[in-house]
Structures are given as C-alpha cells and as structure tokens.
C-alpha cells in the first residue's frame, strides 16, 4: 500500500517535470512531506529517480528536452538544499566538484543543469560561475579540497582553446596535481565529436548531465585510491 | 558558368540545378583571409564584404555571408559590452536585463540604421551585393523573437521566464523582440538581403518539448514573419534537432525552406515536409576539425545520395569552427561539387 502511495508520487511528479510544470512539481513534493513521507525518502524515492529518469531520456521513446532537463534539475538542487538539514543524520558527502565554464564562455546552462544532478546525488559543487579561468579552476580546486574539475563549453573555440582544459591540465601537471585532481568536460562541442575530451586533456566527460553522477563517482574513486 | 544565385533559383522554380547548391558558413575565418584581429575585422561592414567575397571565390560555394556574430543583435538592442577572443567569434560581455524591470525598458530602434553596429552589416550586404552583381545570394541572418532573450538575460533566466515565470513579463519580453526582429528583417532586406535565415535555436526539439513549441514559441514565429512575409525566409535550427516541429512549421508558417540539425534525418524531413520546401541538409562541421580527405568525402557522399533523392536539396554547413583546416573546407566543397552534380541523373 505504502509502495504503491509512493509509485503513484513518483509517476505524478514525473509527469510534471514531463510538462515542465514547476509549480505542480513542488506541490506534489509538499504534498508528500504533508502526508508523512521523510525528506530522506523524498529526494531518494521521488526527486532523484524523477531527475534521473528525466534526464536519462528513459521517461519516453523522444529525446528529453533542454528545458525538461534544466527544470529537473533545478527543482532537484532547490529541494535537496531545502531539505538535506531536515534529514535525521547529515549525508555523507560522496566527493567535491569545482565547476565553471570555461575561459571565454558565458553560456551556464549546461552547468547548471550537471550542477543540479551532481547536488542531488550528494557531491558538495562549488559553483565558480561562467568565463572562469584555468588558474581559479585549480586555486579554488586546491583550496576547497576537491577531487575534480569540471569545465563546460558550449563553443569548440573555448573548449579547445589555450586558456581552457588544456591550461587547466598543463597547471595540474606543473604543480604536481594530476593524481589529487581529476578533469570532467562536457557541453555541446563534445556531443559532436565525443573524442575531443581526450584532445583537450581532461579524465573523462559526460554526455548529458544524467551521466555526471556516475562519471564524477569514478573519478572521484581514482583519485581517492 | 552557373552561379549560386541561378542554382537557388532553378530549386525554387521547382526546377533541378546542374548541381547541389552549397553555403558554407564562414564567419571568423574572414578576419584570418586579411590578416587583422578578429575584433578589427568586425569593426567595419567593409572588411567582412571583402573577405566573404575572397572566400567564396577561393573555396567555391554559392552565397555570400552577411551575418557577423550573433551578439550584435543584443549590441543593437542595448548590450554594452561585446567580448571578443582571437580565436572564435565574439560573445555577449553584459545583460541587458539583469531584473524583470528592465524587460519594460528595452528600447527597439524604429529604423535599425540608427545603430552604427548594424549600418556596418547593412554597409557589408550592399557591399557584396553590388561587387557580385546578383550572381549569389546574400545571406542576411535575424535571431526569432524566441530565442533573442536567451542572449539578452542569459538562457537560465529565459527558460525560467517561459517555462515558470509571469506570463505577461513573458509576452511583454517576446512583444519586443518580435518588434525588433520584424524592423530587423526589414532592414536586412532594404539592404539587398536575398535570403534571410532565421535561427531560432530555443525553438528547436532540442530546447523545448513539441506541446511547448506550439503553445509558446510557434505563435511568434508567424508574429514575427507577419509583416514582412515569408518570401526568401530559411528557417535555421541554429544547433538544434528541427525535424519534430516540421510539420507544423509547414503548415502554419508559409516558410519555405528549411535548414536542418546535423542529426535531423534527411530523409525524414522530406516525409514531413511534403514535396514543395526546400531542404538545407548539413554536415557536423566540428568533425572537419580532424577528419581525412577521405573521411570528408565519405560524410559529404552520404549526405548528398540521401538529399538528392529527397529533392529540393541545398548542402551546408553549420558556423564552421576557426579551426577548421583550410585543406578540409577545399576537400568538403570539391567532395559536395563532386557528390552533389546531377549531371547525367535524371531531375
């Protein structure tokens, strides 16, 4: 009975972020806590499989849109962050990613977007916000204790370009970084060319923000082992 | 010989050209064809004529480039500072709208003219126009109405505005950039625009689902094309998939050509076009960064066996990345002469 209650949640929300339809997204979260679920079981049974199969495309036989994806993933970071301090024991953080676009790009979208899943899943994001440079990437990667990097690029020239992921592992090499501190790339040029993570020296990337979690987790490991 | 402009002629009298028209879109390269910065190049509408001019005689292709970046739109709507880096186009440096007020403020120039950064494209189309004397199309660019806001307060912003925002902060905003992209047309035309493209990349299936397309962004699109009409109008994915809003593009809008994603199916587009609209079928022009010669001829083959059969069919390319090769765009257009030539094959 209690299952089904929660299946039936979980199918209504979906249903919501399918219609990009943020308010009837959140009420049914409220309506949730309201009839005696946990925040724990809210983001673990609700938000975070709504944003997953949202983001993962797995929701219908189309392509998942930009504006579904951007909306699951807000409305997952905003609840998570509203109710993390309500859970009975604090999570354990599960990694830390510094984030940015890269030097010369203002576009945040996609940054958002990952940032929003990475938060959900339990990874601490520090956001440094659009046209970043290669040396606040590590200085705040170094400062903050975290184990990636992770730089988007809606544009080749910023992807590619000297003052980007490229800079980034050149810093991490001269200060003798590269087994602290991993490099995640993604964003637009990488979905048409998925081999240009390997040109621009970064670890690995992620082709859509569903990814994000899993990849981050594997680097996070190889840097931790 | 026969010139772009007869080609893109003969495919909208319905008629079959001696082969595959070609626009490949060069922007930045221009500034590396006369050796100056690329913020020098963009300076004056004089430059960029020149070197699109250069350019399409050196390499070959059938119309002429009369866009410069997409961020002088927003210049022309208030932006006051352009970003520019030396190795890929210029970027939108500051918002215009930061808070909901400034939606009421925007100002749409009556005549866009009185912007000195737009006279320099319109000075740049007259340009081309009068020294290749109609023997190709001139391409003039406009952002839709839809996808302007997106660099006017930053694409989070905008898609929260439409998606979740007040509706009538949300039309007020799409009243006046439709204004703007209607005087923007016009303009564009007055100079000696042949064609015009216009991208509307929010409005894509990437951006936004079907039922959002035609509740929000399908009734600004026939807004913003109601006064000047659809004649000479190319619809531009700008990045995004296009075919699931196809048909009722087609049906609604009057457009008549329409210019695809790399990974819309060809194919598949002419099954929802019907016969009559032309079909710009593109290449994923990232890939020309890296690939062979010979893997560049097997990508532009491919395209053109499945655009020829689907009729009505243009070759292109997306905004070709500056670091293309100069080899790789030579071998991409002698591969879309080659492959693209109906000599010999029946109309």
């Known amino acids: 009975m209690v299952e089904n209650m929660r299946q039936s949640i979980l199918t209504v929300y979906i249903q919501a972020l399918f219609d990009t339809d943020k308010a009837y997204a959140l009420q049914i979260i409220q309506n949730a806590l309201d009839n005696g679920m946990s925040p724990e079981q809210v983001i673990f049974e609700v938000v975070i499989p709504g944003m997953e199969r949202m983001i993962g495309g797995m929701i219908c036989d189309n392509e998942v849109t930009l504006s579904q994806h951007f909306l ?154 | 010989m026969t010139t772009g402009m007869e080609r893109f002629g003969a495919l909208m009298q319905g008629q079959t050209p001696d082969r595959v028209p070609i626009v490949c879109n060069l922007l930045d390269q221009g500034a590396q064809e006369l050796g100056m910065s690329i913020r020098n190049y963009y300076s004056r509408g004089e430059h960029v004529a020149e070197a699109q001019l250069r350019m399409r005689e050196k390499y070959g292709y059938d119309t002429l480039n009369g866009m410069f970046y997409s961020a002088l739109e927003a210049e022309v709507m208030g932006c006051k500072n352009i970003v520019y880096a030396d190795d890929g186009p210029p970027n939108v440096g500051h918002l215009v709208i930061s808070r909901p007020e400034d939606i009421l403020k925007l100002h749409v120039p009556e005549n866009l003219n009185e912007h000195p ?169 990232i890939h020309l960064i890296d690939w062979s010669p010979e893997e560049v001829d097997r990508e532009v083959k491919k395209i053109m066996q499945a655009g020829k059969k689907a009729g009505g069919f243009i070759f292109g390319t997306l905004m070709m990345p500056l670091r293309i090769p100069e080899a790789n765009i030579h071998a991409m257009i002698e591969s879309a002469i080659k492959h693209g030539s109906y000599a010999g094959e029946q109309p």
């Open chain 1, 72 to 225: 699951s993933s807000q409305i997952a970071e905003e609840v998570t962050d509203r109710l993390i301090p309500l859970f009975k024991t604090a999570p354990e953080k599960r990694g830390h990613v510094v984030m940015g676009t890269s030097f010369g790009d203002f576009h945040g979208l996609g940054k958002k977007i990952v940032s929003g899943c990475l938060r959900a899943r339990m990874f601490a994001v520090t956001d440094l916000g659009i046209n970043v440079t290669p040396e606040r990437f590590v200085d705040e990667a170094l400062a903050s204790g975290a184990e990636v990097i992770g730089i988007s690029s809606m544009m080749i020239h910023t992807a590619t370009g000297e003052r980007g992921a490229k800079r980034v592992r050149q810093l991490l090499k001269e200060r003798g970084l590269e087994d602290h501190i991993r490099i995640l790339v993604g964003g637009a040029p990488y979905r048409f060319h998925d081999q240009l993570y390997l040109e621009v020296g970064a670890d690995a990337w992620a082709e859509t923000a569903a990814e994000a979690p899993a990849v981050v987790e594997q680097l996070v490991r190889e840097v931790q082992t």
């Open chain 2, 117 to 285: 950064r737009f006279r320099e494209v319109a000075s740049c189309i007259k340009n081309m126009k009068k020294k290749s004397q109609g023997r190709y199309p001139v391409l003039g660019v406009v952002t839709a109405s839809f996808s302007l806001p997106a660099m006017l307060m930053g694409i989070g912003l905008w898609l929260e505005l439409f998606l979740s925002g007040d509706p009538m902060l949300r039309d007020s905003l799409l009243a006046t950039c439709s204004q703007f992209c209607s005087r923007h047309i016009k303009a564009l035309r007055e100079a000696g625009a042949d064609l015009i493209v216009y991208s509307n990349p929010v409005a894509s299936a990437t951006f936004i689902m079907l039922k959002k397309f035609r509740e929000l962004a399908l009734p600004w699109i026939i807004r913003d094309l109601e006064e000047g009409g659809t004649a000479g109008v190319v619809f531009f994915n700008g990045g995004g998939r296009i075919n699931p809003i196809l048909p009722d593009l087609i049906s609604q809008t009057g457009i008549g050509a329409y210019y695809l994603n790399p990974f819309d199916d060809i194919t598949e587009a002419r099954e929802l076009l019907g016969r009559q609209a032309l079909i710009a079928g593109t290449i994923n022009d």
